[in-house]
């Protein structure tokens, strides 16, 4: 009796969860996003990558459209610890557990745009010291695309 | 005679005030807005209903669409001190000063909008924990909520 | 021979600078944006200035349209350091080096505006307080004149 009990629990919770997620849908529909992180403070970027998380819980990875537009400091969030020193960043915050976050991000669709001035101006190789970056994610300027792409339709987000 | 030059000088001031009201008006019309809270130092809080206060002041109430979308550690905003406690926030900053500039901003007409997602997560109950908050304030998701409504045509201002 | 190679090295620099303008230029075409500052720290501030000048390097000054609204302590990145103590702001910001920084700024179309709301409240002095502003570069309210911008097609970047 006590394990139906546990069942009907179990199937009620499923069911609202699933009711909420396709009400959430329907209050979203598609959406396009800029995402703006230009701060090294590890634990605000840990924050938003759980943002960027729940963003795609509520709208569907299917239904969004969603960049990362890093610049300055921000590109802190890809930096290898190992690097850090090699750059003019402060930080390296690519720790193999927000590694690990940024590649879940990236199975769902998520995009990571790196401003190519910062990687001059912080002597960052791109190839050696950031996580999981290649030429097609190197955008010729942060603070443009993100103005490029909100004249485009996206949505502006500083977490 | 004394008193003549104080009445003069009283209704030059509210003349110029009058003046620069239209004036503002003019210049900004009918304004959608979406202010976006997501940190919870009560300075910082206190300072964006300020802002909150002088964005109705100067394109009237009867003009304006504005709504707070919180969300993560924003959500202290509304949370009561006695209540801080019993959730996984670290602040709440819902002191009775600042549930009456919460109530006097609703009272021109201000939204405030709570992000569920938080709700679950930092283990808060929108009847006991927060202020004033009921069923329609609520949003699936508060980051989805921000892109939906720059859809929409809303601004966004991150104070 | 050996200058030759510097001579040589040097053309495929300047080559390769000329190539990645264009492309960004044809990535980016015309842009409005409003840059956001609120907050008082002196390197928060400079950094913005820098962002900005990437901006404009990456567009080109033809091609953008770049406002920055300040607002509450926003402003001290046009107080003299001078002047901060007659006025209720904590710091002032426009030392020779930013302001000389400003006016390249200025030079190149870039607009500084300044919320009206904020001079009264913190009692500065347009003509005396601040550097280099006029009457045209008072708005009536900083936060009135982000939405007002953004409706009209300006990008929201908060640097």
Known sequence: MKTMNVWVSFLTVL?????ANIMANERYGKQKVVYHIN???????????????????????????LKVVMHGNGLSLLLTPDAQERTKLDYGNATEEMQ???????????????????????QIDVMKDLYDVDEADIVPSGVAELARLQAMGYAYIKP
């Open 100 to 122: 690990a976050r940024i590649t879940g991000l990236k199975d769902q669709g998520i995009g990571f745009q790196v401003c190519s001035n910062t990687l001059k101006g912080k």
């Open 39 to 65: 701060y090294d403070d590890p634990k605000t970027q840990a924050g938003a990558l759980r943002n960027i998380q729940n963003h795609i819980n509520a709208v569907g990875a299917e239904n969004l459209d």
């Open 15 to 19: 069911a609202l969860l699933f009711t």
